[in-house]
């Protein structure tokens, strides 16, 4: 098994703590903000998608021009591209990038959040439209042959895809806690991401992918991803004042209108999120270091949680994880640039000495 780590790409400098209204990119940043990553040893940056915000294939292409190492998740909805043109349009930026593209599928959470780009489809649907799309898009990268699809949602005819992913494939990735997305990312996809829950939330939701995954005939199963924003200071006791201060900023913007959420914000409708609410209703602290405050402030809007502690306490909660078969490890902060600086100097480091620590212990246990 192996451990890789994954941030968020940021297209400029406006962050939770100090944010601008609708910021335009700035291409500077965006290029700091990429090498910073690939310099610091992350795996792979997801580029988001919002219905209001960039384009993740033109920011992609960005990041694969400036860094070396880095695999770009490109994060698509299927609702926003015809899956013939989405087979194409990854293909070319896996070629341009040489291999290193993965796409994140998300089904939609939000019927008003889809419906703000012409998709009026409920959520069951979407899901099954998901499923046909994902296997549109392996049949385009593996087949040199023309094919017909003719599904529930996408009919086409002699689609011929001259467009081929360096590695013949693309790794798939779908996000989601409500059922049908266990089910279509259990039955179809090479990664699954998760928003960090506490372990015990997060060892059930494993074992619901994994029964997916058996249940659709799999002999293999989808590497986890889960996600969390780490607080990190020099003593756990700096980290938990630097949680606060953060906190209090989240809640100051959020008053002002600034927030990720608007101070009157309905219940998310994803399941994923009312999950995060559910246990952030429980207690503020869970397990070693697992803080959900965080949520709350911002009603669970994308991923939330925070891992609060020293270096080393985040390292060791972050192994937690692992030791629990999370093979994708998401952090990002708040102050974006600085913390995946002070992440890639600190945290990391201490990961993977963990890691080679429980190598070394496998290894001697089959010796
Ligand atoms: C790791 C991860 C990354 C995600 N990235 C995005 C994103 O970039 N844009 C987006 O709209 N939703 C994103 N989501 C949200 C879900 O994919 C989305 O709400 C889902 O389609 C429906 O959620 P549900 O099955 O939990 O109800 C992400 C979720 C996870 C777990």
New binding site residues.
Partial sequence: MTTEFISVTFTNSSNEINPVRDPAIEPDFLVRYARALDDYGFDYT?V???SSSFDPFTIGATIAAHTKNIKIIV?L?PNTLYPTVAAKALATLDQLSGGRVVV?F?????DA?QASEGDFLG?EE?YARLEEYIRILRRAWHSAEPFDFDGTYYQFKQFRNAVRPVAGTIPVSV????D??YRIGGAHADIF???GEPLAETREQIARIHTEAARAGRTDRPRI?V?FRPIVAETDELAWAKAHRTLDALNANRAKGLGKAPATAPRP?????QRLLAIAARGDVHDRALWYPTVTATNAS??STALVGSPQTVADAILDYVDLGAELI?IRGYDNLNDAVDYGRYVLPLVREGLAQRHAVEARAYA
């Fill in positions: 997801l988001p998608y919002a994060a909805r994140h998300i089904a939609g959470g939000s959040e959520k979407r996000g989601g806690s409500s049908a997305a991401g998760l928003w991803w996600t409708a994803n399941v994923g999120s994308g991923a998401s």
